[in-house]
């Protein structure tokens, strides 16, 4: 057999780099992220019940990758936050929230985790954005089911558009730092 010499010629200019083929890994990843979200609900009020219905058969969170329902935060990675949070439970909140593993998302569902909804009194905390980071924020009193398949969604455009490795720069640094919590 005679051997054959390939010469390999570089590519042309504006035709090399990553993803140039299929696509970038960062896309990849983002894509594996957002199509298997496992929840740790954290329900205090009458919007975990309308979160249960979206668990049901009728509007199944399951057909959006979520429908693994963890129950300890090292094994979550999207904290869906429902109901009233008293200032008295806003630190077991923080602890869960610091106990989850990178990455990790959080979505306020409800007035009352949104705002504090109509209980405008000194033991209701104003919102969960006082002391963890929210990315998706779903409104109502309580929320349709519909509106938390919504939330879902959004986050899941979240995720997907997010860089590969946006948890560990400065900028995310700094986000947390704002909150007094401590990688």
Do not use: H
Not at 95 to 110: C, F, L, N, S, T
């Amino acid at each position: 057999m005679s051997e054959k010499n390939y010469n390999m010629v570089d590519a042309p200019e504006g035709y090399v780099g990553e993803g140039f083929f299929a696509t970038k890994l960062s896309s990849v990843v983002g894509l594996a992220r957002a199509n298997s979200m496992w929840p740790l609900p954290f329900a205090t009020s009458c919007c975990g019940i309308e979160f249960m219905a979206t668990m049901a058969a009728t509007y199944d969170v399951a057909r959006f990758g979520s429908e693994r329902m963890s129950f300890s935060p090292r094994q979550a990675d999207m904290l869906m936050v429902m109901g009233t949070i008293s200032k008295k439970m806003a630190p077991i909140l923080r602890q869960v929230y610091e106990q989850m593993a990178e990455p990790k998302w959080v979505i306020a569902v409800g007035a009352c985790a949104c705002s504090g909804g109509i209980f405008d009194t000194y033991s209701v905390l104003q919102g969960i954005d006082k002391v963890i980071p929210v990315d998706v924020y779903v409104p109502g009193c309580p929320p349709r089911p519909e509106q938390i398949l919504d939330g879902v969604l959004r986050l899941q455009e979240i995720v997907k558009s997010e860089a590969a490795n946006r948890r560990g720069t400065q900028e995310y640094d700094d986000l947390l730092k704002s909150y007094n919590i401590n990688k």
